[in-house]
């Protein structure tokens, strides 16, 4: 298999429309790596970075991603490491370990979906800064009121100066 060796990598809040070959674009917004294949084919490689996916480490000056890149989907099936921005090539897998993966990783996907499912969703600060902007009168009770609000009001109540 020839392929490239060596890869530059470029972290991005969003990854770009047309990508260039041998760059990883690392997008940690949406916890994702993308690259073109490298060997040359130019599909589009897309690494998750999460618990079920790759993990994703970057020493200050290169990027390593694990585990080992397949690209069982793609004509050229390809397979290879990323390492400290360098390719390792892999051998090719034979269709029975190429199943065989993909049924492990299923299966742990689906137990890591499985304790994950319980977990509330995060709290989304919406709530929280909207109240804030509203002006502290009327619809909001005086208990409820952000500490800072009552800080804010009671200082109106002052002269300039006396704080
Ligand atoms: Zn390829």
């Known amino acids: 298999m020839t392929g490239r060796s060596t890869v530059q ?3 991005v809040d969003i990854v770009p429309d047309t990508l260039q070959e041998g760059v990883v674009y690392v997008c940690i ?8 294949c490298l060997c040359g084919c130019s599909e589009e490689v897309v690494t998750p970075i999460r618990p079920t996916g790759w993990r994703l480490t ?3 000056i290169a990027i390593s991603l694990h585990p080992s890149i397949g690209n069982w989907d ?6 290879y490491w990323i390492s400290h921005n360098r390719v390792h090539w892999d051998r ?3 269709p029975a ?3 065989a993966t993909r049924r492990r990783e299923d299966a742990h ?3 890591h979906f499985a304790v994950a499912a319980p977990t509330p969703p995060p709290p989304t600060s919406d709530a929280h800064v909207s109240a804030r902007r509203r ?7 005086k208990l409820l009121r952000p500490r800072s609000w009552l800080r804010h009001e009671s200082r109106r109540h002052h002269q300039p100066g006396t704080d």
């Open 9 to 11: 990598h470029q972290f």
């Open 29 to 36: 917004p949406y916890t994702t790596a993308v690259h073109l």
């Open 58 to 60: 970057f020493d200050g």
């Open 74 to 79: 793609f004509t050229c099936q390809s397979h």
């Open 92 to 94: 090719q897998w034979t």
């Open 97 to 99: 370990k190429i199943e």
């Open 109 to 111: 996907r689906a137990r």
């Open 135 to 141: 002006r502290p009168t009327l619809r909001v009770p």
